[in-house]
């Protein structure tokens, strides 16, 4: 579920849609949970799609640390990717600021965290473009992402959460939860662990994404 300060926009032919904030933000609110309506997929079920499904799969649904893949039932499926986003996953659950966001600003997230399928050419023409965004960068940037996350999450007891209802919580999210109704800040879940290193076998056979 994405925030509810926020609205779908058509950007450009190139890019298709992207979700922009309609009021300011601040860091460490958590832009996106996944909620009970999120369609879980395994990779079998992936692997079984017919090809026009599979097509909205790839493009609009991510792999998530536990090897299912999870499809956003709402808008929150066109955030698009930055290589300076907006927010970033922690836990299981929860996309969290790591900086303030205004008013009429695009959200954006770290598809680097999403296992993708295949490589993505990135256009976000952030200064700091890796050009490229691959499934395992996460193994190269951790280090930099899990201190923004941390430190974004240090604050986020600090804010208005309108999506925290909503949170179907994971086995990562429970210490999450404990420190933010605490009020204190926490360790937490580095980047580096969601990063999946194989793509599941059934589901490059069905897409012909690199069958041997
Ligand atoms: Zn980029």
Redesign the pocket.
């Known amino acids: 579920m994405i925030h509810p300060c926020s609205e779908l926009r058509f950007i450009s032919p190139e890019v298709g849609y992207g979700v922009f904030a309609t009021q300011d933000i601040p860091r460490g609110t958590f832009l996106w949970v996944l909620d009970y309506f999120d369609r879980i997929l395994t990779p079998a079920e992936v692997g079984a799609l017919q090809p026009q499904l599979r097509t909205i799969a790839d493009r609009y649904s991510y792999q998530a640390a536990d090897g299912n893949f999870v499809f956003c039932w709402d808008f929150g499926r066109y955030m698009n990717?930055?290589?300076?986003p907006t927010s970033r996953g922690v836990g299981d659950a929860f996309e969290v600021a790591i900086r303030d966001v205004a008013a009429g600003e695009e959200l954006t997230s770290e598809y680097g965290t999403l296992n993708l399928l295949t490589p993505m050419t990135?256009?976000?023409?952030?200064p700091?473009?890796?050009?490229t965004?691959r499934r395992d960068d996460a193994a190269r940037h951790f280090e930099q992402w899990d201190e923004q996350t941390r430190t974004a999450f240090a604050l986020s007891h600090t804010v208005p959460q309108p999506l925290l209802p909503f949170a179907k919580l994971g086995a990562r999210d429970l210490p999450l939860m404990d420190a933010l109704q605490a009020g204190r800040a926490t360790w937490v879940p580095s980047s580096r662990d969601f990063h999946i290193v194989d793509v599941p076998e059934e589901v490059l056979f069905a897409s012909g994404h690199g069958a041997p």
Do not use: F, N, T, W
């Not at 990717?81 to 300076?84: A, D, L, N, R, T």
């Not at 990135?122 to 952030?126: E, K, Q, S």
């Not at 700091?128 to 050009?131: A, D, I």
């Open positions: 990717h930055s290589c300076e990135c256009y976000c023409g952030a700091s473009c890796r050009g965004i």
